[in-house]
């Protein structure tokens, strides 16, 4: 099953591979007195060619802030965003890249991320989905998959996330979600049944900025499961990972 | 952030231009008004609005692709791995990758040895499935030469993440660490040659201990 899954997937490959070449593609004139060609799309790849101020490039396509671009001869290079971005289109109106330049991180709105962690425990693995509807405030959705020495499960829920200093580099933040966990004790231990029960958490946290696009998070939570029995279960949980913003 | 600015001064630009004339007229406005009637401003503040919108680019920051290769399973014998592999390109030293695989696994020595008819483990929980979450750094970009004709862009790259793993019938929480090698063969088209340890704690043959299972696996992927 697996083996037709792969097979068909690297057929798929090869068969979108030709799609690449249909797209429009983008021309524009050199503005800066040149322009550095690299062999590939990083600052460790050489600079293999140099285009002068006045010629014309094609803009072939995006890897992160490089861009492929092939000059009039045919040549195909890679270019820095930062000096792609000195260029002027067809009509004479500077080339606007997004993402290139910008430097506030606010403009970027969705966030998806993974962490690692402890939750009473057990170890932690979470995936997380964000929206951030003003600087300060977020939503956010979470699954954890949780594997520990008695038992497994796993949590999904949505929570609140307040940043009083967003323009810090290294930020706290406050936290307050809700959602459902579910945990089914191990195989080879004694047979109680499977669990769902509502929790609710408050926790605090710190992000940094890692690169453009890039942040680190870590935070602290203090969970409540409301159970079936007569008490509630308090639970502590720790979470550190990473997150890419879009 | 520069297109706005762009855009504000084009707007501005007509407000700028009519109240610079208005200021330049304003000292002999009275001698003027008459000439004012028969003299065309010099400058015509009617711009034509411009819209500045970022081109759209073909961006390639994701990969995907397939992998096959042997990994070894403490305790349980070296068996074919098959598995998918899903990359996000961060910045040109940075990616996440995501990765999902599959070996079966053997019988370990103890079982071989001692002909017990009694296995340890059922035919469903030999199955060895993972899942990883992996961030992954080019620490090496470089090129590679075959011949005097073609060069290859290649970078080494190294992989720190945590997984899942379901092994006899349990969930085990896996930490990853390797390195791989990436060789684009065309602009689109990577090779990949991969060594990555999974630890986990597991308590399977008796006594609690971690054990390092490697993979090594060869695979391609496409940028998309």
Not at chain 2, 98 to 104: F, I, N, S, W
Request: charged share 20%; hydrophobic share 45%; proline share 3%.
């Amino acid at each position: 099953m697996a083996l037709r899954l792969i097979i068909a997937l690297l057929a798929a490959m090869v068969l979108a591979a030709p799609a690449h070449a249909k797209r429009e593609t983008l021309r524009v004139a050199v503005a800066a007195p040149y322009l550095e060609m690299h062999t590939g799309p990083g600052r460790g790849y050489p600079v293999f060619h140099v285009v002068e101020r006045g010629s014309s490039i094609e803009v072939l396509k995006q890897r992160t802030s490089w861009f492929q671009v092939r000059t009039e001869r045919g040549l195909k290079g890679w270019v820095a965003g930062e000096q792609l971005a000195a260029t002027l289109q067809a009509d004479g109106a500077p080339l606007v890249l997004a993402g290139i330049g910008r430097s506030d991180a606010d403009a970027w709105r969705r966030e998806v991320g993974v962490s690692f962690g402890d939750f009473d425990g057990a170890s932690s693995i979470s995936l997380l989905a964000g929206w951030r509807s003003s600087r300060h405030l977020a939503l956010e959705l979470m699954a954890s998959q949780l594997s520990g020495r008695y038992s497994d499960g796993w949590m999904a829920g949505g929570r609140l996330v307040h940043t009083p200093f967003p323009e810090w580099r290294l930020s706290p933040y406050l936290l307050l979600g809700t959602g459902v966990i579910h945990i089914s004790p191990r195989a080879s231990l004694v047979s109680t049944e499977d669990r769902t029960d509502q929790y609710a958490q408050a926790g605090i946290g710190l992000r940094a900025w890692l690169g453009r696009r890039f942040m680190f998070r870590a935070e602290y939570l203090g969970d409540v499961v409301f159970t079936s029995r007569d008490d509630n279960e308090e639970v502590e949980e720790w979470k550190a990972g990473f997150s890419v913003f879009f | 952030m520069e297109s706005r600015v762009f855009g504000f001064l084009l707007r501005a630009l007509p407000v700028l231009l009519l109240a610079a004339a208005a200021s330049g007229c304003s000292g002999g406005l009275f001698e003027r008004e008459a000439e004012a009637d028969r003299v065309q401003p010099v400058i015509d503040p009617q711009v034509e609005r411009r819209e500045v919108s970022a081109p759209k680019i073909d961006t390639e920051n994701f990969e995907v692709g397939a992998y096959a290769g042997f990994m070894s399973v403490e305790d349980f014998g070296s068996n074919t791995v098959y598995g998918a592999r899903l990359a996000y390109h961060i910045t040109e030293g940075l990616f996440a990758e995501a990765t999902l695989g599959k070996t079966d696994t053997g019988k370990t020595s103890y079982e071989i040895l001692s002909g017990s008819s009694a296995p340890l483990l059922s035919k469903s929980d030999r199955e060895f499935r993972y899942y990883d979450l992996s961030i992954g750094y080019n620490l090496l970009p470089g090129e590679v030469f075959i011949g005097g004709r073609h060069a290859f862009n290649s970078a080494l790259y190294v992989l720190l993440g945590a997984g899942n793993t379901r092994f006899a019938g349990d969930d085990y929480f896996t930490v990853t660490y390797g390195a791989g090698y990436r060789v684009l063969a065309t602009d689109w088209l990577a090779l990949h040659f991969n060594v990555r340890d999974h630890m986990m704690d597991i308590d399977i043959t008796g006594e609690d201990k971690t054990t390092h299972n490697i993979e090594f696996t060869l695979g391609a992927t496409v940028f998309f």
